[in-house]
């Protein structure tokens, strides 16, 4: 996942720039429109057009083969009431929740910890971010042995503390859970680092005042620290939406052997089918472009819906 | 800084000693839950399916790792898919570091008609979500006869909004007006600034980018599964996800030392660039 930058951040157009004189005119500035020009032009092939495209390919049904036949607005018609396309919303969401609240908690608690912590900072930095650097495809290949019914460890440490055996795989909950677990092992570390830099901006003179009026550190943890890192707590809540709603590989190598009609199915019952999933499962398992175009741009707006929503809230407590 | 403050702080105060061992004993157990995958992936990589599948599960490494690479080599062409792992990574990250250094410099230091509204226009296309480019790039590639080569990953990886925005807020502070002006006196053209001058200075913001941009690429599964369809030429993602799909639930000794076998290079990569990267890394959330 790519870090986002700051929202708040304006394009500004900076006023102190070593430019002589300005010429008018395209000659005067060529060089600059060329060196800018590449990735305008791989834009343009591989990100405005398809984008253009697949508004069009959503009005029409195509198999990617035939010819294109006009559809007007019957997938959309048709997205609305796909009761398949709503459950892989609902699945998408509790996963996410599953996955994120839990994962801002333990990073918090994380980096404060480590904001305490003088010595090995450093080394305890770089054994918590390296989850993140791992591959998708390999961790999801090790979790699903951890959570394998036979052999799986968790089975293992149920069975020895007394319990039954869960078939994680195989059942709606113990799917989700299993796709959250390994999303939170993998972005807890990330988050804590980036929260640790926003608990390191916090000036110090505000915990000493804290201290001087008597402030305990849960006080002064809800009190201070928690309002001072609103910003970057917005930035983690954004980035965790914007890529936890579109999660693919996880769920798709983690259940891919899982059920034999297709790699993209979710698994048993589609339980764990996310947006995503069901995108690719219509556009390159049915090879329904028209309908997977439909699929993408309801995606979108729910990506952008909840963004919205998600930011409003963490901005609202802050009024209060 | 605060840190000395606070250790002298923390060392008047009774009992502190003992909260810090409690502190280090905290932070050492999330170390070995964020250690632990690795560690399981070494046991399994190690024993027999047979092994595998016995009660109780087996807690230290085995003695049959030679075999299951052995049956790993046999089942995928390791080498070749790493190859071409290599070859994407290597040449998108070398594609990117130029394109997207070059914009950001001009975004950050020059001005031009046009500039306000192809900047906007960037933070735009950074939050278009790939499925909306997917169906139609997938169109595209198989016009062009791309589709199942390594073009079809490299070519539009090139150049990326996010690398051009990120290298021109480090641009902007790291590279001195000063600087520029004197080497335009000196008589430099455009080029030989952003060689001789821009370049040397953000050489660590390069770095991060490189890294960042590498890893991001060695580990992308999603497109390079759609575009990659010749089973026999893929990446070393999609040649996993292969392996497990027909071997995952007979033979999980041997996929899972392709598994922990695909992390290596990464490994090496992060244990070069884990301080850049990591420092660096929390920089556009704080700013």
């Known amino acids: 996942m790519a870090t986002l930058p700051a929202l708040e951040k304006r394009p500004a157009v900076v006023a102190d720039v070593p430019v002589t004189r300005p010429r008018q005119g395209f000659r005067k500035y060529w060089h600059l429109y060329a060196a800018i020009s590449p990735f305008y032009l791989l834009f343009l092939c591989f990100g405005l057009i398809p984008v253009g495209f697949s508004l069009y390919l959503s009005f029409h049904r195509w198999d990617g083969l035939g010819s294109m036949e006009w559809a007007g607005l019957s997938q959309y018609r048709y997205l609305l009431s796909d009761s398949e396309f709503w459950s892989s919303i609902g699945t998408t969401i509790v996963i996410w929740a599953l996955a994120t609240f839990p994962m801002i908690f333990l990073a918090m608690v994380t980096a404060v910890m480590l904001n305490s912590a003088v010595r090995f900072k450093n080394l305890y930095r770089v054994a918590y971010f390296l989850p993140n650097v791992t591959s998708v495809v390999a961790i999801a290949i090790i979790f699903g042995s951890v959570f394998s019914t036979n052999f799986g460890l968790v089975n293992a440490f149920l069975q020895a503390i007394g319990f039954d055996q869960i078939a994680w795989l195989n059942t709606p909950w113990g799917i989700k859970i299993a796709i959250a677990t390994l999303m939170t092992w993998q972005w807890t570390g990330y988050n804590a680092i980036i929260f640790l830099a926003g608990l390191q901006t916090v000036p110090s003179e505000l915990y000493e005042a804290a201290r001087m009026d008597g402030a305990g550190p849960v006080q002064t943890f809800f009190r201070i620290t928690l309002p001072m890192m609103r910003p970057v707590l917005l930035f983690v809540l954004v980035v965790s939406t914007v890529t936890g709603l579109q999660s693919f590989s996880e769920p798709q190598v983690l259940l891919q052997n899982t059920s034999n009609d297709s790699t993209f199915s979710g698994g048993p019952g589609h339980a764990g089918r996310t947006m995503v ?10 090879n329904d472009f028209g309908y997977g175009a ?11 819906l909840f963004s919205i929503i998600n930011w409003r809230l963490v901005q609202r407590r802050g009024e209060e | 800084m605060a840190s000395t403050q606070e250790t002298r702080r923390a060392k008047g105060i009774d009992g502190s000693r003992r909260r810090g061992i409690g502190l280090h004993a905290a932070l050492v157990l999330g170390v070995l839950l964020s250690a632990f995958p690795f560690y399981w992936a070494v046991i399994m990589s190690t024993h027999t399916s047979s092994e595998i599948f016995s009660y109780p599960p087996k807690l230290l490494p085995g003695t049959h790792f030679p075999e299951n690479v052995r049956s790993l080599f046999d089942n995928i062409d390791f080498f070749g ?7 994407v990574a290597g040449s998108v990250t070398f594609l990117v570091l130029f394109f997207d250094s070059l914009a950001a410099f001009v975004f950050a230091k020059f001005e031009f008609p046009g500039k306000r509204l192809l900047f906007v226009l960037l933070m735009f296309i950074f939050m278009v979500p790939a499925q909306l480019q997917a169906i ?8 062009l006869g791309w589709i199942g080569s390594m073009t079809a990953l490299i070519v539009p990886a090139a150049a990326n909004a996010f690398g051009i925005f990120w290298m021109r807020q480090y641009m902007k502070g790291a590279i001195h007006d000063e600087l520029l002006d004197a080497s335009r006196i000196d008589g430099a053209n455009f080029l030989r600034q952003y060689w001789h001058v821009a370049l040397p200075v953000v050489r660590p913001g390069l770095a991060f980018l490189g890294i960042f941009t590498f890893m991001g690429q060695w580990n992308d599964y999603a497109w390079p599964l759609i575009a990659l369809t010749n089973p026999d030429n893929v990446t070393l993602q999609v040649a996993l996800s292969q392996l497990n799909g027909t071997h995952g639930t007979t033979d999980y000794g041997m996929v899972m030392t392709g598994a ?14 884990a301080r850049q990267m990591i420092g660096d890394l929390a920089k556009g959330a704080i700013k």
């Open chain 2, 81 to 87: 898919s790493m190859f071409n792992s290599l070859l």
């Open chain 1, 294 to 304: 439909a699929v993408a741009w309801g995606i979108f707006l729910v990506v952008v």
């Open chain 2, 260 to 273: 922990l076998l695909a992390l290596v290079p990464l490994l090496i990569v992060f244990a070069i660039g």
């Open chain 2, 136 to 143: 139609p790039q997938f169109v595209i590639m198989a016009k």
């Open chain 1, 277 to 286: 999933l069901y995108f690719f499962q219509q556009t390159f398992d049915n």
